[in-house]
T-cell receptor, first 112, second 110 residues
Framework: DAGITQSPRHKVTETGTPVTLRCHQTENHRYMYWYRQDPGHGLRLIHYSYGVKDTDKGEVSDGYSVSRSKTEDFLLTLESATSSQTSVYFC???????????FGSGTQLSVL | GENVEQHPSTLSVQEGDSAVIKCTYSDSASNYFPWYKQELGKRPQLIIDIRSNVGEKKDQRIAVTLNKTAKHFSLHITETQPEDSAVYFCAASSNNDMRFGAGTRLTVKP
């Protein structure tokens, strides 16, 4: 797979705390995405980026923010974590529009 | 935005049989339709994709068909093997907004 590293791999946090997930890629792909995966819902797009400092909302963006200050890094922040944000979070990269996505290994986040 | 529906949610077949998974989409501007396979505890990985200017694509035991008029596309797996057991996701992409179906859990019984 394209060199995509997500950190942390697992995290347990308390309701109301801020959480930041990191996605790092070494492939110089222009596009980066954050998805969450929940049973019965497949993969739902949270936010995506089409270049440094260029981001846009996906279908489930409420309660999340993102930043991309460098091509290789895409950060997802839960401003005040809630139990409904317990999920598996996948980062993905894409070399160009309408091409295959390369996924990271995922982050299991539990909000208690 | 795009809405992708996928059926069935679970599918069980006997080894050697064929499996078919169907998806519909809502946005007529969608022009890229990938299929991903996800094994338990692993990341999704692309198995085949098709673009809107093509009606069918085949790769060994896997084929995908696209009907743009009806806005549906299907994954066909022939001669299924136990290692085909996984969750399969379809997706449709329009203006870099890639939406996924809810997934189909395929079980191939030996």
């Amino acid at each position: 797979d394209a060199g995509i590293t997500q950190s942390p791999r697992h995290k347990v946090t308390e309701t109301g705390t801020p959480v930041t997930l990191r996605c790092h890629q070494t492939e110089n792909h222009r596009y980066m995405y954050w998805y969450r995966q929940d049973p019965g819902h497949g993969l739902r797009l949270i936010h995506y980026s089409y270049g440094v400092k260029d981001t846009d909302k996906g279908e489930v963006s409420d309660g999340y923010s993102v930043s991309r200050s460098k091509t290789e890094d895409f950060l997802l922040t839960l401003e005040s974590a809630t139990s409904s944000q317990t999920s598996v979070y996948f980062c993905a990269t894409q070399r160009d529009r309408d091409e295959k996505l390369f996924f990271g290994s995922g982050t299991q986040l539990s909000v208690l | 935005g795009e809405n992708v529906e996928q059926h069935p949610s679970t599918l069980s077949v006997q080894e050697g049989d064929s499996a078919v998974i169907k998806c519909t989409y809502s946005d007529s501007a969608s022009n890229y339709f990938p299929w991903y396979k996800q094994e338990l505890g692993k990341r999704p990985q692309l198995i085949i994709d098709i673009r809107s200017n093509v009606g069918e694509k085949k790769d060994q035991r896997i084929a995908v068909t696209l009907n743009k008029t009806a806005k549906h596309f299907s994954l066909h797996i022939t001669e299924t093997q136990p290692e085909d057991s996984a969750v399969y996701f379809c997706a449709a992409s329009s203006n870099n907004d890639m939406r996924f179906g809810a997934g189909t859990r395929l079980t191939v019984k030996p």
